[in-house]
């Protein structure tokens, strides 16, 4: 079983609409949880961050974190054509000092 | 805010040559970077973790000799590939750890497509 485990998709949805994304880890010891977006052929540029459980909302993104679950989530509102891309979670155990666990990453294609 | 700069975006070469890419903290002092290998539809895999001026820490079933990861300063990190096979095609990128407050102390590079024919 993988550290952290996500849909890869691929996920089509029509402008405006609402997108869920979401991952699952195994390992309790991580605490801080990141959400990346990267396109094609790029490298990844951070989204959100939060340390612990509960919600952070930054615009048209929320991320919300369930330890008890193991189970993270990215919620993007009034998605736009510009948030076509792969969305990767990661996340680490000790913040800055530690190295990232990524997720496989979901590719999210947004329709006109 | 922090930026990173890597170079090249994308090389080919021939099969058996060596090919080094760098990676440089352009507006703060990394005194760490880290080195992923991306395949296609796949995610960051963690190779080595360099710190300036030590030797660089690889992970499990990382080749050492075969990619040689230098941190001889503080902004410069470097990855060579050497004798190049096919099976190493793949996009390289690097992240160099700052300031908390810069992306929250992980900032990546724009990677490189390495092609081996």
């Known amino acids: 079983q993988k550290e952290v485990e996500q849909d890869p998709g691929p996920l089509s949805v029509p402008e405006g609409a609402i997108v869920s994304l979401n991952c699952t880890y195994s390992n309790s010891a991580f605490q801080y949880f990141m959400w990346y977006r990267q396109y094609s052929r790029k490298g990844p540029e951070l989204l959100m961050y939060?340390?612990?459980?509960g919600n952070k909302e930054d615009g048209r993104f929320t991320a919300q974190v369930d330890k008890s679950s193991k189970y993270i989530s990215l919620f993007i509102r009034d998605s736009q054509p510009s948030d076509s891309a792969t969305y990767l979670c990661a996340m680490s155990p000790t913040g800055t000092a530690s190295k990232l666990t990524f997720g496989t990453g979901t590719r999210l294609q947004v329709t006109l | 805010g922090a930026v990173v700069s890597q170079h090249p975006s994308w090389v080919i070469c021939k099969s058996g040559t060596s090919v080094k890419i760098e990676c440089r903290s352009l507006?703060?002092?990394?005194?760490?970077m880290f080195w992923y290998r991306q395949f296609p539809k796949q995610s960051l895999m963690l190779m080595a973790t360099s710190n300036e001026g030590s030797k660089a820490t690889y992970e499990q079933g990382v080749e050492k000799d075969k990619f040689l990861i230098n941190h001889a300063s503080l902004t410069l990190s470097t990855l060579t590939v050497t004798s190049a096979h096919p099976e190493d095609s793949s996009f390289y990128i690097c992240?160099?750890?700052?300031?908390?407050?810069?992306?929250?102390?992980?900032?990546f590079g724009s990677g490189t497509r390495l092609t081996v024919v």
């Open positions: 939060t340390y612990s459980s």
């Open positions: 507006d703060f002092q990394a005194t760490t």
């Open positions: 992240s160099a750890r700052g300031q908390v407050r810069d992306n929250y102390g992980y900032t």
